[in-house]
């Protein structure tokens, strides 16, 4: 238990010391689960980061929630810096830092995310507050969650009026580096096989998720960056049809809203659905009007058009070891072309995944995507100070990632990971390529290696 505690505090004042070393370090001239592995099934985005098993749980007396077991914890077991209950509120969460390095000496790894910096940083610091609900079919309950994020992923999930203003002009965020976003706060009623999820919470759209304990990769595909929402504020129903299927629909203020310059109701819908045994399948999209036109459109009523996407993912088990995913996503919005005014732009991608369990504390998996930004009005600069911006990249972009995920302990992931990406297609007159930006025009490839350290608490 010392051991553990030590080990948090040390991972902790590491994460703090990155921070304040990088904060305000200015860019160079060149250019953006643990031990229960959720990535292993189509997963919607608000997975929890460390549940809580049944079998590290004493007994509930009458009336009353338990407390997970205080004894000292086997190597096996996940500690938790506060009690986990088996009802009522926990708090819980976890700790990630990574570095990443490419082979053009860029500071910046091009449109490459979450980690666009070539250095070392804190990513997320993640607090999670929840109080799940459980009906068991019959009855009612309600419950609630609140997620809070810290590092140098905060940019990628913040909305629109919530971390930021109505404009998109930042809030309370103002350095370049590490800010808070707050990418769920909501309520949740159950009753029977139904529940309602209302406030601001993650997409259910896509497979690739925000908090780095759901994925098996450190960096993320070009399809979760730039192709699907992050977030949604509104209202969301489940219905467990049966212990198949359940069917997902709701109303939210579009992609990414919190409170906008013209809030207006997007309808999300969708279903997850499993033969029982090693096949799942999920298929959610989301109709919006009213959405910035492309990654050069500063939000206002003038330059918002309607958008629409879909994603399908399917998992399939092929032994017990190897798991094979399947994504594939469609996106268009109507006027949003960066090249010609008045042209609608799609972007549209096929990512595929195997990830095969070695031991148990050793994985390895492969990714490997293409991602079509047909009218370059998709991946772009996510920081104002990338010089990636204003990017325009019509064309075909290809991700290929080699990783490993070592668990020495039910609290630590070890995610080292190398990935090459290349581009074909075309360049905005007068823009760098999407990789070593500032330093060669045109540059069209990029070799990385990364690696983070996940430790939940």
């Not at 079919?137 to 992923?153: A, I, K």
């Not at 009213?290 to 058009?305: D, F, Q, R």
């Not at 994985?363 to 104002?384: C, L, P, S, T, Y």
């Amino acid at each position: 238990m010392k051991l553990t505690k030590l080990a948090f505090a040390a991972a902790i004042a590491w994460g703090i010391h990155a921070s304040s070393a990088h904060a305000q370090q200015p860019p160079a001239q060149s250019a953006s689960y643990a031990a229960d592995y959720y990535y292993f099934q189509p997963s919607p985005s608000d997975q929890a980061a460390a549940p809580v098993q049944a079998d590290k749980m004493v007994q509930a007396p009458a009336g009353g929630c338990a407390c997970e077991e205080e004894a000292e914890e086997e190597a096996c077991e996940a500690w938790h810096l506060f009690c986990q209950k088996e009802c009522g509120w926990n708090v819980y969460g976890f700790v990630a830092a990574g570095a990443a390095t490419n082979d053009d000496a860029s500071f910046f790894n091009g449109p490459t995310t979450f980690p666009d910096y070539s250095d070392i940083y804190m990513n997320q610091l993640y607090a999670i507050t929840e109080k799940k609900i459980d009906t068991g079919g019959c009855g009612c309950d309600w419950g609630g969650r609140v997620d809070l994020l810290y590092g140098t992923d905060y940019i990628f999930t913040q909305a629109t009026g919530l971390e930021t203003r109505e404009t998109g002009a930042p809030k309370w965020n103002s350095g370049p580096f590490y800010g808070l976003a707050m990418p769920q706060a909501y309520l949740e009623l159950g009753y029977n096989d139904w529940s309602i999820k209302a406030g601001h919470f993650y997409t259910p759209i896509g497979y690739e998720v925000v908090p780095a304990n759901g994925n098996f990769f450190y960096t993320h595909a070009y399809t979760m960056q730039y192709g699907e929402p992050f977030t949604h504020t509104g209202a969301l129903a489940t219905y467990k049809y049966s212990d198949n299927t359940s069917l997902v629909g709701g109303f939210v203020n579009g992609w990414d809203n919190f409170d906008r310059v013209n809030d207006t109701c997007a309808l999300i819908a969708g279903f997850t659905w499993n033969n029982g045994d090693a096949l799942t399948v999920a298929l959610y999209g989301i109709a919006s009007p009213n959405e910035a036109k492309n990654v050069l459109a500063v939000t206002n009523p003038g330059l918002e058009t309607n958008r629409d996407m879909y994603s399908l993912v399917i998992s399939y088990q092929l032994s017990d070891d190897l798991l094979y995913v399947f994504q594939h996503d469609n996106g268009y919005q109507r006027d949003g072309s960066t090249f010609t005014a008045d042209q609608s732009a799609e972007w549209y991608g096929i990512n595929q995944y195997l990830l095969y369990t070695i031991n148990d504390c050793w994985k390895a998996g492969m990714r490997f995507e293409w991602f079509r930004d047909d009218d370059g009005a998709r991946v772009g600069a996510i920081r104002a100070n990338n010089p990636l911006s204003p990017g325009g990249f019509a064309g075909n972009f290809y991700d290929l990632a080699l990783g490993l995920n070592w668990t020495p302990h039910a609290n630590f992931i070890v995610r080292p990971e190398v990935r090459y990406d290349w581009f074909d297609g075309d360049i905005l007159p007068g823009s760098n390529g999407p990789f070593d930006t500032g330093n060669a025009p045109g540059d069209d490839e990029q070799l990385l290696a990364a690696m983070d350290i996940i430790f939940l608490w």
